[in-house]
C-alpha cells in the first residue's frame, strides 16, 4: 500500500509507549486513527482526547467503520499481541496490510535523516536528549520516543524538519527494520534470552543493526562494548564513555546537587555544560546525545543550552520528593545493569544516607536469567523491598520467583518480600531517609499515592 493510499490506521496495541507516538504522528497527519488496547490508562485517555477512536476489549464490532476497508487502512501492531489475538486474526484474514510498530518507524527513517539509539539501557534518556538538542537548535527534528518528555509533556516531537529521532528498540528484532543516517549504541548487556536464546544471538543482533546504517551517516559506540560492529563503506565511526574515546568528559565536578563537565569532541570542544537533569549516569548519556547532535552541526552554544534546559522523561530517575528529610523518585531501570547503574547514581549523590529500593522484578524470564545479577546491583543499597514478579506477556516458570534474588542480597543489606497490594500499607506504617521505586512493571501506578502518603507524614 502507497502513503497515498492510506486514509486510516488502526493500532493493535496503541496504549503502549511506542505505539502511542505513532498513533500521534498520524493524527497529526489527518488519518481517521483507531486501536485497541488491554487496558484504559491516562495514556490511552490522552489519545481519544487528541482525536484516537480507541476500546479495550477483543471485538471487531467495535473497530471504526473508516478502519474495515483493506484497500485504505493500515493495521499497526505490537509484538506483545498474541497472535490468537481476535481483531489481528480478522485483520489477517480479510487482507489487511499489517505492520509491526518497528517496520513503520523504518519507513520513516528512509524518507528522513533518522538519528536512532539503540541498546539495552540508556536509549529513551539518550534519545530524548537528542530530541531536545535537536529541538530547540537550528535544525529542529521530529521525535518517537520511548518515554513522556518533562520539556514537552508527549513522546512525539512534530516538525518541519529532515530529520527525526528515534529510539531503536532491539525486542524481537525490532530495530532490523530501521536505516538509520546515525546511530548511538549505549550498551550491548544480553537480555530478552527468551527470544534471542543466547548471549552471542544478541550480540549477532547488534551487528547487524550496524549494517544497517547509511553511507555517509555515523556511528556512535560506547568504547566499553562486547559486540563487533560491522559497517558499510563510507560509514565514520566514533566511539565514547565518560572519561576517554572520541567523545568524552573532563573536568567533572559533581556538588550541591548539580553537575557540570567539559565535553570534549574531535569536532569542538564544549565547556561549562550543565546537566539540567543532574544525575551521574546522564553524564555518559549526555556525551553520546551531544555527539550526535554536533556531528548534525548543532552549534556549541546550542548543546549548552539544550543539556542545561533539558527536564528528564517520566519514570527515569524521577523525583517526586526532594527535602533535607526526604527524597523519593522511581526509576524504569529492570535490567541488572540498569539497576546497578541506578543504584550507584544515587549512592553518589546521598553518599551517608540510608537508602531503601523497592523494586518490582520484570518477566519471569528475565529474572531467572539474571537473578543474582539482580541481586548483586542491588546489593549496593541500604534496604531492598522486593514485591513479586510482573508477568507482562509471559505465563509463571516453576521455582522462579522474587526469592531467588532476595535469598543472594549481600549479608548486612536489609530486605523483606511483601505483596504488591500491601506496599502503600508498608509505606504509611514507615519512615524513610531516600527511598526509590524501581521496575518496569505496574508498581509505578502507586508511586503518585505514596507520594501523597509521604507527604502528609511530613506535615505532622
Not at 165 to 189: C, G, K, N, Q, Y
Not at 315 to 323: L, P, V
Not at 387 to 401: C, D, K, L, N, W
Request: net charge negative; hydrophobic share 35%; charged share 25%.
Amino acid at each position: 500500500m502507497e502513503a497515498k493510499d492510506i486514509k486510516a490506521v488502526y493500532f493493535v496495541g496503541a496504549g503502549g509507549i511506542g505505539m502511542s507516538a505513532l498513533v500521534r504522528y498520524f493524527i497529526h497527519s489527518g488519518l481517521v486513527v483507531g486501536g485497541y488496547d488491554k487496558t484504559p490508562s491516562e495514556l490511552t485517555h490522552r489519545l481519544e482526547e487528541e482525536g484516537a477512536q480507541i476500546h479495550y476489549e477483543e471485538n471487531v464490532d467495535a473497530i471504526p467503520q473508516a478502519c474495515l476497508d483493506p484497500k485504505h487502512c493500515l493495521v499497526v501492531y505490537t509484538p506483545a499481541i498474541p497472535a490468537e489475538h481476535k481483531e489481528l486474526q480478522y485483520f489477517r484474514q480479510n487482507g489487511f496490510e499489517i505492520q509491526k510498530r518497528a517496520q513503520v518507524l523504518g519507513t520513516l527513517t528512509r524518507q528522513m535523516k533518522g538519528l536512532c539509539v539503540a541498546g539495552t539501557h540508556g536509549k529513551t534518556t539518550t534519545s530524548s536528549m537528542c530530541a531536545h538538542i535537536m529541538h530547540q537548535s537550528h535544525l529542529d527534528c521530529n521525535a518517537f520516543l520511548g518515554g513522556i518528555t518533562k520539556n514537552y509533556g508527549t513522546n512525539y516531537i512534530v516538525s518541519n524538519s529532515d530529520y527525526v529521532v528515534i529510539e531503536a528498540d532491539e525486542f524481537d528484532r525490532s530495530f532490523h527494520w530501521l536505516s538509520p543516517w546515525m546511530s548511538v549504541i549505549t550498551s550491548t548487556d544480553p537480555d530478552h534470552l527468551d527470544i534471542y536464546g543466547t548471549k552471542e544471538a544478541y550480540l549477532e543482533s547488534f551487528r547487524h543493526y550496524t549494517e544497517l546504517i547509511q553511507p555517509g551517516g555515523a556511528l556512535i559506540i560506547h568504547r566499553d562494548l562486547e559486540m563487533k560492529d560491522h559497517l558499510q563503506d563510507g560509514v565514520r565511526r566514533y566511539d565514547y564513555a565518560l572519561s576517554e574515546g572520541d567523545f568524552h568528559a573532563e573536568n567533572i565536578k559533581i556538588e550541591n546537587g548539580e553537575i557540570t563537565f567539559d565535553f570534549i569532541s574531535p569536532i569542538e570542544n564544549v565547556l561549562q555544560v550543565q546537566l539540567g537533569q543532574p544525575i551521574p549516569i546522564n553524564i555518559e548519556n549526555g556525551i553520546a546525545a551531544m555527539a550526535m547532535a554536533q556531528l548534525n552541526g548543532c552549534t556549541a552554544d546550542e548543546l549548552r543550552n539544550g543539556m542545561n534546559t533539558y527536564g528528564g522523561v517520566d519514570r527515569r530517575f524521577d523525583f517526586a520528593i526532594k527535602t533535607p528529610e526526604l527524597v523519593f523518585l522511581s526509576d524504569y531501570a529492570h535490567h541488572p545493569k540498569e539497576i546497578y547503574q541506578s543504584a550507584r547514581s544515587i549512592r553518589e549523590l546521598y553518599k551517608n544516607r540510608h537508602i531503601t529500593a523497592i523494586f518490582q522484578p520484570h518477566l519471569y524470564t528475565r529474572t531467572r536469567d539474571f537473578y543474582q545479577d539482580f541481586a548483586d546491583a542491588l546489593s549496593q543499597l541500604d534496604e531492598v523491598i522486593l514485591t513479586e514478579i510482573y508477568p507482562a506477556r509471559e505465563q509463571p516458570i516453576e521455582g522462579v520467583t522474587s526469592e531467588l534474588i532476595y535469598d543472594r542480597l549481600a549479608p548486612g543489606v536489609e530486605k523483606q518480600l511483601v505483596k504488591k497490594d500491601e506496599v502503600l500499607s508498608l509505606v504509611k506504617s514507615r519512615s524513610f531517609d531516600v527511598l526509590i521505586v524501581l521496575g518496569a512493571g505496574d508498581l509505578d501506578n502507586q508511586v503518585p499515592q505514596m507520594t501523597e502518603i509521604l507527604r502528609s507524614k511530613m506535615k505532622k
